[in-house]
């Protein structure tokens, strides 16, 4: 089966900049198309990003877009998700996930990873 692995969070100032990751490992990831989410503590679990596998089409949530930017490397089974310009309330346990499903406007992902903590400080 797909296991991912984020990586990248940690303790970052308000306006400041990090980038996550996301290992896949245990099949190709051929065909497969990237999401990230996050939760806060008491919080419903928000869309963040998503990018498919041909052409990289993007998608992002509403509170992130134009401060935040998903890519991939498909030869080093990679995503990540830059984020910029951050605020208190970009802080989360964000998720990578994957999905078979070739629309990236599908919010259903099958593949998940466990985590990866980012707290915005004033």
């Known amino acids: 089966q797909v296991h991912l692995q984020e990586s990248g969070g940690g303790l970052v100032q308000t306006g400041g900049s990090l980038r996550l990751s996301c290992a896949v490992s245990g099949r190709t990831l051929s065909g497969y198309r990237m999401g990230w989410f996050r939760q806060a503590p008491g919080k419903e679990r928000e869309f963040v990003a998503a990018?498919?596998?041909?052409?990289?089409?993007?998608l992002y949530g509403a509170s992130v877009k134009g401060r935040f930017a998903v890519s991939r490397d498909n030869a080093r089974n990679m995503a990540y998700l830059r984020m910029n310009s951050l605020k208190p309330e970009d802080t989360a346990v964000y998720f990578c996930?994957?999905?078979?499903?070739?629309?990236?406007?599908?919010?259903?992902?099958?593949?998940w990873g466990q985590g990866t903590q980012v707290t915005v400080s004033s």
């Open positions: 990018i498919s596998w041909v052409d990289s089409q993007t």
């Open positions: 996930a994957a999905d078979q499903k070739l629309d990236i406007r599908v919010p259903e992902y099958t593949y």
